[in-house]
């Protein structure tokens, strides 16, 4: 069973930053991250190649979230920047074996989800 795990969540305050980390095993897939926060469905915030060179973002972290990969520990990142309370959400990390995925259903694994809170 393939199963990415996430690390790096916790409670900061807005303005402040966190790194998420998702580390996967076996083979190298493109990685995305997706978020959800109660009461809302889960949504999609950034994703990026399994070469690591094409990334793409949702327009609310636009600017202050960077998507990144290490090939060797084939970990990705997501560095958030300049929190704010509407990010609170859990956020999931989830592989895909197509080049780069955007959506839910074009990703075959998912992590078990850090929570991710910022207080105003």
């Known amino acids: 069973q393939v199963q990415p795990v996430e690390s790096g969540g916790g409670l900061v305050q807005a303005g402040g930053s966190l790194r998420l980390s998702c580390a996967a095993s076996g083979r190298t897939y493109a990685m995305g991250w997706f978020r959800q926060a109660p009461g809302r469905e889960r949504e999609f915030v950034a994703a990026?190649?399994?070469?690591?060179?094409?990334?793409y973002y949702a327009d609310p972290v636009k600017g202050r979230f960077t998507i990144s990969r290490d090939g060797a520990k084939n970990t990705v990142y997501l560095q958030m920047n300049s929190l704010k309370p509407e990010d609170t959400a859990v956020y999931y990390c989830?592989?895909?074996?197509?080049?780069?995925?955007?959506?839910?259903?074009?990703?075959?694994?998912w992590g078990q989800g850090t929570q991710v809170a910022v207080s105003s």
């Open positions: 989830a592989l895909s074996r197509r080049n780069i995925a955007t959506t839910m259903r074009e990703y075959d694994y």
């Open positions: 990026i190649n399994w070469r690591g060179d094409s990334t």
